[in-house]
């Protein structure tokens, strides 16, 4: 039959790992790595396109969006899918479009650490027709494609936020996968937002973007419903598989229940056993990296901050060190207090190396590795972990949100979420949406296969809206419930949103400039047409050794705003002030 993933061989014969591993042993079988033999283990080009045939809904968007590539004409769409509703396959057939047409196709996803992922199941359509571009290359890499690009060798191209530069000629085509992700906002010099830019390049090449999300951005969503963007829908997903019910854990009666607080509670620890047993495969979610958040003297009530940034340090286990994970900076770890030279030196919250730990001391038997950016470092040890995952190799995976976007893993039937209060309490006007998209994707990993899937929430807040929504995953009725919120704290869509950060080494300095451009901005506002807010501290006070302010502009009218903003920060430099003081984002995705 060819080569088969274990998972599924175990799944067919109803064994366990042990015989297969022994016939390995013996030389009676080969276990290969998928990113290692990829020629060998994709199906060519031509097989490829024949082999999954669509469903109402998918064969309704592809005709949509290919109908509007073949006209050459200038269209956006909003493609609203449920995970796991087949959206890859409708961006495959609209690229595929574009090239009959005689032009290049362009597809962004929001992480560097997928790309390799959906180059190959792009490879295995378009072969030597795609190129890939990341900030991860090397520049002898970047030039190679870069060059396949412009002499029109690689007519598709693949890549995280910087692709949507891409030197490709005659566009056609630019999708922006998961278009909700924050990660496609480039926070430094130059600002820009991935996803945006690929609309105005589209607009520009009077080419077709498709914007695809199983939970758009509140702003696509709205532009969709006033026919800003043409809106797709596809709501069930692939061979009519149903979407894992999510539970929720209140961790307040699991408190009451042990009379101190629980990690995982006895719900989570028999779901994971019970789904071990079944020789299932398990994703345990925790936002948050490192072994404990940070170490506190319980004698005095000290914690180890960062001398550079107004944040604690996180304790990394493996490494022995605290962390900060703004600046870099990393110390030892004391063995006594610094303030008070006590011994009661306490670990303060959890992470996923924590959390890893304490499952192997669980589960002694189960295999268990973890995926985050501290374990994912090395080139190659993500797409290494994911095909170790993908073939059987591992039972369990901890991670962050790395673990909750575009993975199809068939064999997983099992997702957890340690907690979600942190997220929610974020002082972000987003943390609702973040929290809400975040839960709905991750819990799309589960039940991708022929086994129906299982969701565990833990919360001590579990009448949170964005649970409640959550649960059932039902985008639209989130989405109700937000845009009133934000309509009547008028926030985005409703306004556009400008933040000017203000930061300097000299907290004088910084008060002194942030309070100046407050005024000069209040002046300039000849039309009375701003909501000036501050200035006021940043959430996070002093990064990089740098103290920050922040002054926010609500505005319902774009041109406004850079007029006045153009006329303070000209009477600033006629002040001999220093302009690079002031960061000034449009539309920002964080207000951190």
């Not at 936002?287 to 009530?301: A, E, K, T, Y």
């Amino acid at each position: 039959g060819g080569p088969m993933p274990l998972f599924d061989v175990r799944r067919r014969t109803n064994t366990s790992d042990s015989p297969w591993q022994t016939l390995v042993k013996h030389g009676l079988l080969k276990k290969v790595m998928l990113a290692e033999e990829l020629e060998e283990l994709v199906p060519a080009p031509e097989e490829a396109a024949v082999r999954h045939l669509l469903n109402e809904h998918q064969q309704k968007a592809v005709d949509t969006v290919v109908g509007k590539v073949r006209a050459g004409e200038h269209r956006t769409f909003l493609l609203h899918g449920v995970t796991g509703s087949g959206k890859t396959e409708v961006y495959i057939r609209a690229m595929r479009a574009a090239l009959e047409q005689g032009k290049t196709a362009l597809m962004l996803v929001p992480e560097i650490s997928l790309t390799p992922m959906f180059a190959r199941r792009l490879s295995a359509h378009f072969g030597d027709a795609v190129a890939i571009l990341h900030s991860s290359l090397s520049d002898g890499e970047r030039l190679d494609e870069w060059n396949r690009m412009r002499t029109g060798e690689a007519r598709i191209c693949i890549g995280a936020r910087s692709g949507v530069f891409a030197p490709l000629e005659n566009l056609g085509l630019l999708i922006v996968d998961e278009e909700h992700e924050a990660a496609y906002k480039q926070d430094s010099e130059p600002r820009y937002h991935g996803r945006d830019t690929a609309i105005v390049r589209a607009l520009k090449a009077n080419a077709v973007v498709v914007l695809g999300s199983a939970t758009p951005s509140m702003e696509s969503f709205h532009n969709a419903h006033t026919g800003k963007y043409t809106y797709l829908k596809m709501d069930t997903r692939v061979s009519g598989r149903p979407l894992a019910p999510v539970e929720v854990v209140d961790m307040r009666e699991v408190f009451s229940r042990h009379g101190k607080q629980q990690i995982f509670s006895d719900e989570m620890k028999a779901a994971i056993a019970e789904n071990y047993e079944r020789g299932k495969q398990t994703l345990v979610l925790l936002n948050r990296r490192g072994f404990s958040s940070f170490l506190l003297c319980r004698g005095c009530g000290h914690k180890s901050h960062c001398p550079n940034c107004d944040v604690a340090l996180t304790y990394h286990k493996s490494e022995a060190r605290l962390v900060c994970h703004y600046c870099g900076h990393q110390a030892r770890v004391p063995r006594a207090c610094e303030n008070c030279s006590g011994p009661y030196i306490y670990y303060v919250g959890e992470g996923t190396e924590q959390i890893e730990s304490l499952l192997q001391e669980l589960y002694p038997d189960m295999r268990i590795a973890r995926l985050d950016r501290d374990t994912t470092r090395r080139r190659g040890a993500f797409e290494k972990l994911l095909g170790a995952f993908a073939i059987g190799e591992i039972d369990l995976m901890v991670g962050t949100q790395m673990i909750a976007k575009g993975h199809d893993f068939h064999n997983v039937t099992l997702v957890c979420v340690i907690t979600v209060d942190a997220g929610l309490a974020i002082p972000d006007f987003r943390s609702a949406e973040r929290t809400f998209q975040l839960l709905t994707q991750v819990a799309g990993r589960a039940g991708r296969g022929e086994d129906r899937g299982r969701v565990l929430l833990q919360s001590y807040h579990p009448e949170h809206y964005a649970l409640e929504y959550a649960q059932t995953q039902v985008y639209e009725k989130f989405y109700e419930h937000e845009i009133h919120f934000r309509q009547q704290m008028r926030y985005p869509p409703f306004v556009a949103l400008i933040n000017v950060l203000i930061h300097h080494a000299e907290y004088a300095k910084a008060t002194t400039v942030a309070a100046e451009f407050a005024r000069l901005l209040k002046a300039a506002d000849k039309e009375q047409a701003l909501r000036i807010l501050g200035p006021a501290p940043a959430p996070l006070a002093r990064i990089k050794g740098e103290h920050r302010l922040q002054v926010l502009i609500k505005t319902k009218n774009r041109r406004v705003a850079r007029e006045a903003l153009d006329a303070a920060m000209l009477a600033l430099k006629e002040q001999a002030w220093d302009l690079r003081m002031l960061n000034v984002e449009v539309d920002p995705v964080s207000l951190m």
